[in-house]
Every structure is written in structure tokens, then in C-alpha cells.
């Protein structure tokens, strides 16, 4: 019988930088009892961005965030809207370069994530934030 | 009792630039009575996208704009597929660099976004478009 | 009666490139007997995307893989992570800018894509590789 559940998560960040809550998720999907069905999840900000990357080395995270910090860059005056500061605007356009939600079949409990994948929040804003995301299950 | 609806969605635009329709989808979304949930937006083009960015300032847009007209400049000697102009492969690129669809569970019979968050069709062509979108909620 | 079914999808790429699988999708889509619903895909990679781009005219596709290696170009000194050669890190940044899930409607049996759009693997490594999708379907 197809049911549901709903759950928010809240990640504290410590500024700019990679947050993996891969665990956090697998807990839950497996609490709710769901073993087949569609998980998904979604950022509710938009200077941070939600990540599917490499869980293994962490210099993938750290080149990442170079080519990153070289492609948008703080301060670039090419942006108007910084009342928040140089990394307001790169923010922003990081996020939408990048994705705010994500989805996933669950197979065997599990979301169905390849052996090196790993769930990120990526931080893009320096200062600490609580980063909401929604995430929600179907399946049986 | 899980159920689910469609919707067809059409934005017609008016070149280049930001158009949200996050009322639209609101007002569907309570109209079908799903209260918790699921909904998927698909965007039925290869040279415009979904997006989910900030509704406060529109300063903000505009910064969008202007660096992703620096990053993937119209008439760019390296597209040779410029068939409809220079902002036709242009528009493919900004569409790869972005996202054609998005996933949002549903609460209280709204989709969870953030304050900040509004949902647009971010139109990359310079002539006006009519732009469809299949939308799609499931849950109860 | 809502229901659902999944599937691993293998395919095998050659290296560097784009490959189509709409059909492959679109099929078992119809092999369910799910007429409306949602579609998921899945890529359990961290060096390749999925894609939805334009299946008509090859050039844009060609286009495409030159604006992103020039964005992103093998063997940037800006890289660490190289152990698995040039390719290795700016593989896994192509697939940060693009997608690694797609979530699209089903309506009339089919994946509502638009007329011009295909589902693709983007490999983005030089080797070829058999690359893992996870599609989902719920619907009735």
C-alpha cells in the first residue's frame, strides 16, 4: 500500500563550504518503513545549493569550490545587488547555476545512490547559517 | 487516500528574461486539495528554464543576467548551430547550465518554498515565447 | 489505484559525448501501463549528467561540449584531484553545473517531454564507462 512522509531538516552551517547529510537521510528513509519508492528533497534558500558529489576525497570538494570561487567571483562588479556583502551576489548566482532540490528512487530502504555519492549542502554564503530543507517520501 | 493531478501550464513571455508564476502554481496546487505532498514542474523547451530564485529584489535578476550574458555571450565565434540567431545556442547553454525541472514537496497544501523563494521560467531567447510546463502533484 | 515500478537502466558510453536514451525510457514507460504519472531518472555517477537537450540538429549538442570544455578545460592548473588523469576534476565539475536528476510527468503513457527535447547521458570522462540509472514511476 503507497504511502508518504514528510520531515524538515535543519543543517547548520559554519560558512562557505560542503555539508554531507547523506547519513541524516538514509536514517529517515529508513524509519519511515519505505523500502521502493521516490525520495525527495528540497533547499528552501537561495544562496546555498543542494549537491550530489564525491564522497571520498575531499580535494574533489576543495577544487569545487576553487573552480567556483574563480568562475563567480566575490566582489565581481559586475553585480549591483550586494547589500549583503561581495559573497551576497555569487551566492545567488552560484545557487542557480547549481541545483535547490533533488530526487531519488529508494530501492532496498535505501536511496539509490552510487557507491562514491554523497548528499551536500553547499554553503555558499561566508557567515553561518540553519539551512531548512524539506524532504519528503513515496513508496510502500 | 494518495491521488494525484496534472496541469498544463502556459507562460508566454515577452523575451529575454525572468517570469514568475509561483501564484499560478499556488493557487493550482490548494485548488486539487493535496494538502501533503508532492509537485514536479517540467519545462517543455531546450532554450529556457525553471528556476527558483529570489522574489524580493529584482536587482537580483538582473545580476543573473548580466553574468550569465558575460559567461555564455551572445554570438560567441565558438557556436557554429546559430540557425535562429545569436542567442540561439546561447539559450541552449544557459538551459544545460540551469535546470528544465523541479521537485518540491507540498505542505499545508502549499509548496514548501522559502520566503524568499519564487518559481520562474527564466526565458533565454530575445524573441517572445509561448513556454509550456507539465505540472504534476501527488499525496493526499 | 496509484502504483509504482523501477528499474536499473545501464548505459554504456564510449567516452566523452552525449547519449540519447528517450526511447529506452519511453518504452518501459509504457510497459508499466502507468498512463499518468511521474518519472524519475537517476544517475549514480559523479562524472557524467543527465541532460535533456535538443535531439534535432547534432550541432547543438557539438556546441554544447565546446562552450564546456572551454569553461571547464582538462588538466587546469586551478585542479588538485587529478589521480585518475586531466579529465578526472573537470569531469566532476560539468556534472555540479548540470544535473544528475531529472524528474519529468508522465501523461498519455509518455514522459511529457517537448517535441525537440531527448534524455541523455552526458559522459563526461574520455574512457568509456557503463553508466547506472535509477528510474522510478508512480501513477495509475
Known amino acids: 500500500m503507497l504511502r508518504q512522509a514528510a520531515l524538515d531538516i535543519v543543517i547548520d552551517t559554519r560558512g562557505r563550504g560542503f555539508y554531507e547529510f547523506t547519513d ?3 536514517v529517515w ?4 518503513g519505505i523500502a521502493t519508492g521516490l525520495l525527495t528533497l528540497h533547499l528552501r534558500h537561495t544562496s546555498a545549493s543542494l549537491l550530489i558529489q564525491e564522497n571520498a576525497d575531499p580535494e574533489v570538494r576543495r577544487d569545487l569550490e576553487r573552480f567556483f570561487s574563480r568562475l563567480v567571483p566575490d566582489g565581481d562588479p559586475v553585480f549591483q545587488h550586494n ?6 551576489m555569487p551566492a545567488h548566482v552560484r545557487t542557480a ?3 535547490v532540490n533533488l530526487s531519488i528512487p529508494v530501492l532496498n530502504a535505501r536511496p539509490s545512490l552510487g557507491v ?3 548528499i551536500y549542502v553547499w ?3 561566508r557567515q553561518p547559517h540553519a539551512r531548512q530543507v524539506a524532504a519528503h ?3 510502500e
Chains 1, 2, 3 share one sequence.
Do not use: Y
Not at 528513509?29 to 519511515?32: D, G, I, K, L, S
Not at 547589500?83 to 551576497?88: H, I, R, S, T
Open 116 to 118: 562514491w555519492q554523497g
Open 24 to 26: 541524516k537521510v538514509s
Open 137 to 139: 517520501i513515496i513508496g
Open 123 to 125: 554553503e555558499h554564503r
Open 97 to 99: 547555476l547549481t541545483a
Open 29 to 32: 528513509v529508513r524509519q519511515t
Open 83 to 88: 547589500d549583503e556583502g561581495p559573497d551576497d
